[in-house]
């Protein structure tokens, strides 16, 4: 027996009632789990009580027949047993598999509906252990424990009954051999919980110092610091293998101790039991029966505590999880939708059931429609992530329809802040944004960001082929239309030459891509949308000049007609804007066309000579 080394839940009853509602939800496939698990308990039970009344009735008499019957009895007792043994562990695999789908299910749900701060202050591995390592340990539970609970419960209980309806005086030094054991399971149990819980702490640190050294080899190798990473490394280890080996130490000694505690039991006993029998104040009977049932409570001890430490180990995982369950999800309280229209000779417009590449918004209480045009303001926004620290101070600012804007400034101006409040992945906190004369917390976020496409400068490629991450930006794209998108791009050259084409398998993020062919990507994606906004967030960063002035024309065409947002380290890439501001510290100080902005010769001026550089 080895306790479960995880950390017990901190609100065992919230955590436990919300499984129960999980496992609710299949009552009667753990009712029949239940029942049959009694059944097979129950003949266990039945079973070891026959030694009585065969030894008693049949043996010490000499009735052969009767001892047959009575062995068949027994037999088919057991075989009833073993035939719910098989039926329960079969229907637990079902309805753990329907506990687990649900759970996974729900998690994910909630996890598309978490706003990006919740990933911003939670690392990936974390997020990603509840999915794996937590629902991992919820059904393995539910898989060995639940059943293996109840059935241990029922013959820890039934054993004592049996014990004392056979014989109560030496049922109490059963009693005592049991409280001994239990008292030890808890010393021992504290111990080892203690020390598996600091084992877990530094197994973490030494993963994730692991993880790190194996990204950073190359910066290690350069400053020849290999010596001192190992160090590092022996120190970490070392205090794993200390906390590792005191809780095994402590957890190992558990069956040990309980076997020799019921070795102890079962000899003192057998030995009154047999004076008792001598002096005639038991049977022959009663005395094998009790000495079997000594004998056997000792495994049901032991797997009711091992099984009870697993179930509270899973009740943790399951914290974890209900905890990522309750986050907040994203507000959207919009009432504004994107459809598809039709617009007559003077331009009225009628909404459709068909895509007709024209849309409009639509206030879902009023069904009034609106042309989506690509009109973005910002009117005195502010903004900061944290409370206590601004990030854009009262900015404001137009894109007219088919405008191009360019943000320049320093890391940490603000620039990227204003693409994530465009997109509504943060909500301000003064001001207001409109988009069409709207204010963009009343147009549902769905819509919002249908009706952008947004390139990131950090590109995330799918498991998948060329054309189904191109398509990641239109579902229902043609091959036709994921083609000429990626043409639009400049990738369709480089995609031909790829062993499958357009075919080709990306996996690992596109590793085996370089940066500017998975930025072309992005791009390609961007285009196949067909937004009427568009967002550049440093998207021709990881793209060599060169290869940035081969595929100028096609950003210009994508471009064309769109309103257009472009973050940009490259000045020369913001020179045909339509208007430039320069951020610094959430605030614009200028703004013009690139000209304007030179003849200023303020901050623009200093960057686009050099005199300055942008970081």
């Not at 049932?293 to 009711?304: G, K």
């Not at 973050?567 to 614009?588: C, F, K, Q």
Request: proline letters at 2%; zero cysteines; glycine letters at 8%.
């Amino acid at each position: 027996m080895a306790t479960a080394n995880r950390k017990r839940p901190k609100n065992l009853r919230r955590t436990f009632g919300k499984l129960l509602s999980y496992m609710g939800m299949h009552k009667f496939l753990l009712a029949a789990v239940a029942l049959l698990v009694t059944v097979s308990a129950g003949a266990n039970l039945l079973g070891t009580y026959m030694v009585k009344p065969i030894i008693n009735q049949y043996i010490v008499p000499g009735d052969l027949k009767g001892l047959i019957f009575g062995v068949a009895v027994t037999a088919a007792i057991y075989l009833t047993g073993a035939a719910a043994a098989f039926g329960y562990s079969q229907t637990m695999v079902k309805a753990a598999q329907k506990i687990i789908y649900d759970i996974r299910r729900d998690l994910f749900h909630t996890m598309e509906k978490l706003p990006l701060g919740y990933f911003d202050s939670h690392p990936d591995g974390d997020t990603m252990s509840r999915f794996t390592n937590d629902v991992d340990t919820i059904s393995d539970a539910l898989n060995n424990s639940f059943a293996m609970i109840i059935q241990s419960f029922i013959q820890v209980v039934g054993t004592l009954t049996i014990l004392f309806i056979l014989n109560w005086q030496l049922s109490f030094l059963v009693v005592l051999g049991y409280a001994s054991m239990f008292l030890y399971i808890r010393y021992s149990g504290k111990k080892s919980t203690y020390y598996f819980n600091h084992q877990q702490q530094y197994l973490g640190e030494l993963n994730g110092y692991i993880e790190e050294m194996i990204r950073g080899q190359k910066v290690v190798k350069v400053f020849n610091h290999e010596a001192d990473s190992l160090r590092a490394f022996h120190e970490k280890n070392a205090l794993l293998r200390e906390a590792g080996t005191k809780a095994t130490a402590y957890s190992s000694t558990m069956i040990p101790m309980v076997v020799s505690i019921s070795y102890i039991n079962y000899a003192v006993v057998a030995v009154l039991g047999g004076l008792m029998a001598i002096w005639g104040r038991i049977d022959i009977g009663t005395l094998a029966s009790y000495l079997i049932f000594v004998r056997q409570s000792t495994l049901p001890v032991n797997q009711f505590t091992q099984q009870s430490n697993f179930m509270l180990a899973a009740l943790a995982g399951a914290e974890r999880i209900f905890d990522m369950m309750d986050e907040t999800p994203e507000e959207d309280a919009g009432h504004v939708v994107l459809a598809n229209v039709t617009a007559d000779s003077q331009g009225n417009l009628e909404k459709s059931a068909q895509r007709t590449g024209k849309w409009a918004w639509e206030d879902t209480r009023t069904h009034a429609l609106t042309p989506l045009r690509g009109d973005v303001r910002f009117h005195d926004v502010s903004f900061g992530y944290r409370e206590d620290k601004k990030i854009l101070d009262k900015v404001s600012l137009y894109a007219k329809p088919g405008q191009k804007i360019a943000f320049v400034g320093s890391t940490g101006a603000g620039k990227t802040t204003i693409i994530n409040l465009i997109s509504r992945f943060y909500d301000i906190s003064g001001g207001a944004i409109t988009y069409d004369g709207i204010d963009i917390r009343d147009i549902k976020k769905e819509a919002l960001r249908s009706s952008m496409a947004v390139v990131l400068q950090d590109t995330h490629l799918f498991t998948g082929t060329i054309a189904d991450n191109i398509r990641f930006g239109k579902l229902d794209a043609t091959d036709q239309e994921v083609e000429n998108a990626a043409r639009l791009a400049g990738a369709d050259s480089f995609i031909r030459r790829l062993p499958d084409g357009y075919d080709t398998m990306i996996t690992g993020d596109g590793q085996r891509l370089s940066q500017g062919q998975r930025q072309l990507l992005a791009i390609a994606r961007a285009a196949v949308a067909d937004p009427p906004v568009l967002i550049l967030d440093e998207a021709t960063s990881s793209i060599d000049t060169r290869t940035e002035s081969l595929i100028e024309k096609g950003m210009d065409r994508l471009m064309e007609g769109r309103t257009v947002f472009v973050i940009a380290h490259r000045l020369s890439t913001v020179r045909n804007a339509n208007a430039i501001m320069v951020l610094d510290h959430g605030r614009i100080i200028e703004r013009g066309d690139h000209q304007e902005l030179l003849d200023q010769k303020g901050m623009y001026y200093q960057l686009y000579h050099g005199m300055f550089e942008l970081s």
